[in-house]
Every structure is written in structure tokens, then in C-alpha cells.
């Protein structure tokens, strides 16, 4: 039988166990194992990589947890606007979207992106027409509207300075309202990478700001020479380094495994004082989800393997 594997991540930041209650760490496992295995379930039967990792993120996004789709976190204007991206590591096509409002599963709209237009990246207004177009399911803003996420937003203006630079404020369960994008990378039995990511930005974020989710190469990348790759934290700082792809360049221009060039992506961002994860999965479906920060809600399937690995703190 041929290698194959899917792996996921639901955000990296400060989750540490003092911080995050029996109940909802008990939730956010649930959540974590139904989206692995809705993927996993697609690649043994000879699904696509790219059904998979949508498969994955869908589950992630239709949760209040994560955030991405339904969890999303709201901006200063108290308003949400999420992104997304998908990449094929076949034909290394890839869809994209930004500012999104109303659309209900941000990641169909990149893979109808890559599928349906000429683009990469759409945006806004724009966006939402095209989503319209391809009759994908378009909500009411009150449907992202989450008492979790609105009580962080309040939390964070409360601690905001007069300079209007919103300081680091940690939630109950970790600063998710910084670091909770979701993600999924796969290969499946024909040997095809796919990668996948998807966000709801920053709490309290101001001038339409956007991050690495959907900038091919810095949040996300797959190619079947190499790696499929998903990263998650703080954005600009995998933007500044172009993390994804750099991660495939250090193994395709210096020979390093997976594991390798993953961990030198991680530590170029401690370097320049970033923080987050990656996940990662090589054409040989050798999986790795290095992080520089305290946990990340993570998982990961490979055939041959009974169960799926579900981890959260990074001592596991």
C-alpha cells in the first residue's frame, strides 16, 4: 500500500494546561480527532489530498473553538473578516481569499478559487461576489457572532493604550485571539501533496490588516517534489520569511528531511522574535509539527496507524 497521512493544527500560542479546563480541553480533542479522521476517512479510500484537507479544515471552521468559519474572532470595528488559502503540490495551483464576511466555509471558497476563476487571491466585496457566482453558502454576519470571541474583543479594547496598539491579552484557554488559525496537509495514495489554511485574523484588528493564511508561500504551500506545509501564529512574521515555501526550498536546494528543514523554519522565527508552529508532510508521508511556543491544538493520521495522534501542549 502506498504511504499516505493527513495532519492538522487548530492554532499555536500560550496553551498550557493551567489555563485551559478539563471540559474544554476534553472539547477541543473532540473536535480535533472528528476533523483528522473526516480526512484521514477520504485518503484511505483513495480520495485526494485536497478533498482531504478541505474535509479537515470544513470540520474546524463549523466549530466555535477555532479560529476560522464559525469561531472567528471579531476586529476593532466588531465586524468579522476571515482568510483563507488551499494549494495542489501536482500543478502547484492554488485559490485564495481575504476580508471575507459572509461566507460560511472560507476554505471552499479557495478551492473554488483555484478551480473556477484564473486567480489566485480574491478579496472583499469582490470575493463575495464570486462566491455568490458559485452559489457557495452565504450567511448573516450574526452567525460568526460567538460570545467567546466577543467577550475577547471587549477584553482587549478595555486593556487598549491611547496609541492604539492593542496589547497581548491571554483568554482563558491561550491567546487564541492571536494565534487560532486552523490548517491541514496531506498526501494521498497517488503520491499528490495538498496544504490548507484558514483564519479569522487578529482580535481587535484595525485597516482591513491581513495575514500569512492567504499568501501562498508564507502561510501555506505544497509541492510533490518536497512538502505540503500549514503554518500558524503570529502572521507577519511567517510573511517577513515566506515560512512555507521555505520549508520545501531547505529541502530541495539543501538536501534536508523534513523534520530538518521544518525545525530551521522555526528557528529563523525565534530569531526575529516570532512565534507559532508549522505543520508539515513530505512526498514519503513522513509527518512533523514543530512549534516555538508553549502548545498547539494539532493531529496527525498515517496509514498503518490504529488511531490518530491528538496533542495540544508541546511536552507531548
Known amino acids: 500500500m502506498n504511504n499516505f497521512g493527513i495532519a492538522i493544527h487548530g492554532g499555536a500560542g500560550t496553551i498550557v494546561r493551567k489555563k485551559l479546563t478539563p471540559k474544554l480541553e476534553k472539547e477541543y480533542r473532540a473536535v480535533l480527532r472528528q476533523s483528522i ?10 480520495g485526494s489530498s485536497l478533498d482531504a484537507v478541505q474535509s479537515a479544515i470544513v470540520v474546524m471552521e463549523d466549530s466555535e473553538l477555532f479560529n476560522a468559519g464559525k469561531g472567528a ?10 482568510d483563507c488559502s488551499i494549494m495542489c503540490g501536482k500543478t502547484l495551483e492554488c485559490g485564495a481569499g481575504t476580508l471575507l464576511r459572509h461566507v ?5 471558497f479557495a478551492r473554488t478559487v483555484m478551480e473556477k476563476s484564473e486567480h489566485v487571491l480574491l478579496a472583499s466585496d469582490g470575493a463575495e461576489q464570486f462566491a455568490k457566482l458559485h ?15 466577543w467577550f475577547q474583543l471587549q477584553v ?22 492571536k494565534h487560532g488559525t486552523v490548517g491541514a496537509v496531506a498526501l494521498d495514495k497517488n503520491g499528490n501533496l495538498a496544504a490548507a489554511t484558514s483564519s479569522g485574523g487578529m482580535t481587535n484588528k484595525r485597516y482591513n490588516r491581513i495575514g500569512d493564511t492567504p499568501m501562498i508561500g ?41 523534520k530538518d ?6 528557528k529563523k522565527l525565534s530569531a526575529i522574535d516570532g512565534s507559532g508552529g508549522l505543520i508539515a508532510i513530505d512526498k514519503n508521508g513522513n509527518i512533523t509539527m514543530p512549534m516555538n511556543t508553549p502548545g498547539m491544538y494539532r493531529a496527525s493520521f498515517s496509514n498503518g496507524k490504529q488511531e490518530p495522534l491528538v496533542k495540544i501542549f508541546v511536552e507531548e
Open 37 to 46: 479522521v473526516s480526512g484521514y476517512d477520504i485518503l484511505k479510500v483513495g
Open 104 to 108: 460560511k466555509n472560507p476554505i471552499i
Open 156 to 177: 482587549v479594547k478595555e486593556k487598549e493604550t491611547e496609541t492604539e496598539t492593542t496589547r497581548a491579552i491571554l483568554d482563558h484557554d491561550g491567546d487564541n485571539s
Open 218 to 258: 508564507a502561510g501555506t504551500y505544497a509541492d510533490n517534489r518536497t512538502c505540503a506545509v500549514s503554518t500558524t501564529g503570529h502572521g507577519e512574521y511567517f510573511m517577513r520569511l515566506v515560512t512555507a515555501k521555505d520549508v520545501s526550498d531547505l529541502m530541495s536546494y539543501k538536501n534536508m528531511s523534513l
Open 261 to 266: 528543514a521544518s525545525n530551521e523554519a522555526i
Open 135 to 149: 452559489n457557495l453558502e452565504i450567511v448573516d454576519p450574526k452567525y460568526f457572532h460567538t460570545k467567546r470571541r
Open 73 to 82: 474572532v471579531f476586529t476593532h470595528d466588531e465586524t468579522n473578516e476571515m
